[in-house]
């Protein structure tokens, strides 16, 4: 995979966390508290971990101590985070060369444990881990009456990769 390969990617998840988070915005929360609460934790996990991994990547201590937050925050302020989380990994991804995707990185778990995976691993980890949790999230968001958005690959190629 090159560098082209995964900016798109990371452009699609852009994507797709987005429309998940409008379409969440519709659900009636009087009537669907719960499912509502448990969908943002959930974006809101994909956030954290993607911020985890933007750290392990480039050598940096991160401030999390746990794979979500105590607070959970609004669909607004998660569609802004989650959207410059990836603007981050677009850029970085951009300007990454054969060498720097096969580099082995070495990190700490957030419940201390070591690790170590290389940069492309990390990579497809971030964009296949927030595809995991959104379709739990388009489920939810079904069973509350809403129609989950078409967040698949080939609707993001032929509908916004201009």
Request: charged residues 20%; contains cysteine; aromatic residues 10%.
């Amino acid at each position: 995979m090159n560098a082209d390969t995964i900016v798109t990617l990371f452009k699609f998840k852009r994507w797709a966390d987005a429309e998940t988070l409008r379409a969440m915005q519709k659900v009636d929360i009087l009537e669907n508290a719960k499912k509502h609460h448990l969908m943002l934790r959930l974006m809101n996990h994909i956030y954290v971990v993607d911020m985890i991994f933007r750290a392990n990547i480039t050598g940096q201590n991160h401030q999390y101590t746990a794979l979500n937050t105590p607070e959970t925050p609004s669909s607004d302020e998660l569609l802004l985070k989650m959207s410059e989380c990836a603007d981050w990994y677009i850029q970085h991804a951009g300007a990454m060369n054969a060498a720097d995707f096969q580099e082995t990185i070495k990190f700490r778990f957030v419940d201390g444990g070591f690790g170590e995976m290389k940069a492309m691993d990390m990579l497809n980890h971030v964009l296949f881990h927030g595809s995991y949790h959104r379709g739990a999230v388009g489920w939810m968001l079904s069973e509350t009456g809403i129609t989950p958005p078409k967040d698949v690959l080939t609707v993001f190629l032929r509908d916004h990769n201009h």
